[in-house]
């Protein structure tokens, strides 16, 4: 789902919302139905708020399904089923089907992976669930993680990347010519002092996590700061704010994974929803829980099966877009 600056409704009003549509939708709902319905959405402003929500993300489904067509509509409903028996399979051995999926995963393919930016500009994109590597005309790699939008713009004072939308993970290259690479976001300017890095862009504000080298910052008002390798910072057009310690499994989903180290739940599977079209949500029931492991980001169902395994949760899906973790 994309970022929104808006706290989402209640979960609980949310999962009454997502009820009421799916029994709205059953072929036996007939008029009383639809009056207890209204009576409920009558009863509170946030009833109200959280309807909408569910048909943005109904709509959006859609969407995704019609600009996919026929062949890739199937895929984004393979990637969305509740059978818990075919996750189960999905799952196997655990460990062994999760070397098998990851032994699939990393075989390149030719339409997703290397592709050379040569030219001096060129836009690129990544769909929801979609992860490419793309090769820079001066050494350099990219890394477009789900859901992304950048430019590439080379010319003979710069080379720039702007970033619109999602994240990326760069590893610059050597530049004979000597000019600075720069990334260009809504809240600012980084530029990359030999080095590799990663930044993503909220709707509010963006972040940085610099593994190798260093990356200065400088925001669309002026403020500076310059990030040094193993560290972190969050971004806005006013101001940088420190963030601790850069956690070099960060940068895992460039391989297309999620590595969780005592991460809590709350936080897993909201990682997890960005890899898949429709609502991915969690109970605070159970979003307290810690997880361990490395899910694989392409696969979220597999990823929640496992879940399933190691902890005390259940997925529950009243609709083809719609999956809810809660207890057991």
Do not use: C, K
């Not at 297309?256 to 180290?261: E, H, P, S, Y």
């Not at 990682?271 to 979003?287: C, N, S």
């Amino acid at each position: 789902m994309p970022d929104s600056s808006a706290p989402l409704p209640d979960h609980r009003i949310l999962e009454q919302a997502a009820e009421w549509f799916a029994a709205l939708g059953d072929e036996d709902a007939g008029p009383d139905q639809q009056q207890r319905w209204r009576r409920w959405i009558e009863t509170d402003p946030e009833h109200g708020r959280a309807w909408r929500y569910v048909e943005q993300v109904s709509a959006r489904f859609q969407q995704a399904r019609g600009h996919a067509g026929r062949d890739g509509a199937g895929h984004i409903l393979q990637h969305t089923r509740s059978d818990r028996l075919t996750r189960r399979r999905l799952l196997g051995g655990g460990v062994a089907s999760l070397a098998a999926w990851l032994t699939w995963r990393h075989t390149p393919l030719p339409d997703a992976t290397g592709r050379l930016i040569a030219g001096l500009t060129a836009g690129q994109h990544t769909t929801t669930g979609e992860i490419r590597d793309l090769g820079l005309a001066d050494g350099g790699r990219l890394w477009l993680n789900s859901a992304t939008t950048v430019d590439v713009a080379y010319d003979n004072a710069l080379r720039r990347v702007t970033l619109h939308d999602g994240e990326i993970l760069i590893q610059t290259g050597a530049d004979p010519r000597r000019r600075p690479f720069v990334v260009d976001t809504r809240h600012g300017r980084l530029r990359a002092l030999g080095t590799r890095f990663t930044v993503r862009q909220h709707r509010d504000h963006g972040f940085l996590a610099v593994y190798q080298g260093s990356v200065a910052i400088r925001t669309r008002d002026g403020d500076e700061a310059v990030i040094e390798a193993g560290r972190q910072a969050t971004f806005q057009a006013a101001s940088v704010t420190p963030a601790g310690a850069a956690d070099p499994a960060r940068q895992a989903w460039s391989q297309g994974l999620i590595v969780a180290n005592d991460l809590p739940l709350g936080e897993l599977v909201e990682e997890l929803a960005r890899y898949r079209h429709g609502h991915l949500g969690v109970d605070p029931a159970v979003a307290h829980l810690r997880a361990l492991g490395t899910y694989p980001a392409g696969r979220p169902d597999l990823a929640l099966a496992m879940l399933e395994n190691a902890l005390p949760v259940r997925a529950r899906q009243p609709l083809p877009w719609w999956v809810t973790i809660g207890p057991a």
